[in-house]
Nanobody, 121 residues
Framework: QARLVESGGGLVQPGESLRLSCVTSGFAMNRHAIGWFRQAPGKEREGIACTASDGRSFYQDSVEGRFTISRINAENTVYLTMDNLNTEDTGVYYC???????????????WGQGTQVTVSS
């Protein structure tokens, strides 16, 4: 059974950085895309970054240049390094699995429980 576990969230000030981790198990991560999504209070869950099985990375415009997604298949782990955070980055961050990348949460079949990121001065 596929399992994904996020960690690394917390409370930071604007301009600071965080690195989120997504540890996977129960499936061959090297054959799947892993996407990072976030959900702000009162808003829909949105895809922000995705790493494909071939190593390509994709970013939404809102995080391009500030966030970096990376994967270490040997460790079954995907990271999301977030730099220059701002208050609009506040939300619950989730990782999810799919055969290939997509921006739509409904396309993904396995999810973690999420980790809270709060950016506030």
């Amino acid at each position: 059974q596929a399992r994904l576990v996020e960690s690394g969230g917390g409370l930071v000030q604007p301009g600071e950085s965080l690195r989120l981790s997504c540890v996977t198990s129960g499936f061959a991560m090297n054959r799947h895309a892993i996407g990072w999504f976030r959900q702000a209070p009162g808003k829909e869950r949105e895809g922000i970054a995705c790493t494909a099985s071939d190593g390509r990375s994709f970013y939404q415009d809102s995080v391009e240049g500030r966030f970096t997604i990376s994967r270490i298949n040997a460790e079954n782990t995907v990271y999301l390094t977030m730099d220059n955070l701002n208050t609009e980055d506040t939300g619950v961050y989730y990782c999810a699995r799919r055969a290939w990348c997509s921006w739509y949460a409904s396309d993904f079949s396995a999810w973690g429980q999420g980790t809270q990121v709060t950016v506030s001065s």
